[in-house]
């Protein structure tokens, strides 16, 4: 049973940065991996990044080289830093946690509700 509130979004000119935050509960976890995906107006849930529990990482090719995954075990914190946002990074973002290594929505189990960032020019 795990728990997540995302916060940060907000509204931010093109070649700005946000940091976004997960807060999670649960005893478990940080044997879970803690995954970022963001769902623009029209378009099906993207993945953005993963931090995994055995401390493996993998980003989206589109946010590579601007976007970080991390995370803090002792605080039950996930983060995803962004910077030189562009304006299609615009979208909802949710952190989620699943049981297994995987970038698949389809195989996250929890979610949080979502944190709105809007990239303006």
């Known amino acids: 049973q795990v728990q997540l509130v995302e916060s940060g979004g907000g509204l931010v000119q093109a070649g700005g940065s946000l940091r976004l935050s997960c807060a999670a509960s649960?005893?478990?976890?940080?044997?879970?991996?803690m995954g970022w995906f963001r769902q623009a107006p029209g378009k099906e849930r993207e993945f953005v990044g993963v931090r995994y529990g055995g401390g493996g990482t993998v980003i989206a090719d589109s946010v590579k080289g601007r976007f970080t995954i991390s995370r803090d075990n002792a605080k039950n914190m996930a983060y995803l830093q962004m910077n030189s946002l562009k304006p299609e990074d615009t979208g909802v973002y949710y952190c989620?946690?699943?049981?297994?290594?995987?970038?698949?929505?389809?195989?996250?189990?929890?979610w949080g509700q979502g944190t709105k960032v809007t990239v303006s020019l």
């Open positions: 989620a946690a699943s049981r297994r290594a995987t970038v698949r929505p389809q195989e996250y189990d929890y």
């Open positions: 649960g005893r478990t976890f940080s044997t879970y991996a």
